[in-house]
């Protein structure tokens, strides 16, 4: 049974900094391509970032370049983003989704999904 469970969110301050954490099992995160998505109120899941299975090729949506990092330790199969100058509009709750595909883990539809931690920026 596969099993990813986000940890690292909570309440934070404009301009602060989190790392959310996603520890995977029933999988070897290496062999996936692995990635985040958030959903804010009143919205659908969004696409935030994510790194290939075979490389450490990665991509982010436009909103966060430069300020979130995507990154994984295959050693404790655990999946990472850190989020640096956090802003009002990052307030979401994050997912962490794993797929056999880069493609498919930029999707809305990746084969597994997470129960999401929850984020949130105050101004």
């Known amino acids: 049974q596969v099993q990813l469970v986000e940890s690292g969110g909570g309440l934070v301050q404009a301009g602060d900094s989190l790392r959310l954490s996603c520890a995977a099992s029933g999988l070897t995160i290496s062999s996936y391509s692995m990635g985040w998505f958030r959903q804010a109120p009143g919205t659908g899941r969004a696409f935030v970032a994510a790194?290939?299975?075979?490389?450490?090729?990665?991509a982010e949506a436009d909103s966060v370049k430069g300020r979130f990092t995507i990154s994984r330790d295959n050693a404790k199969n655990t999946l990472y983003l850190q989020m640096n100058n956090l802003k009002p509009e990052d307030t979401a709750v994050y997912f962490c989704?794993?797929?056999?595909?880069?493609?498919?883990?930029?999707?809305?539809?990746?084969?597994?999904w997470g129960q999401g931690t929850r984020v949130t920026v105050s101004s």
């Open positions: 989704a794993a797929d056999s595909s880069f493609v498919g883990v930029k999707s809305t539809r990746p084969n597994y």
């Open positions: 790194i290939r299975s075979a490389s450490l090729t990665t």
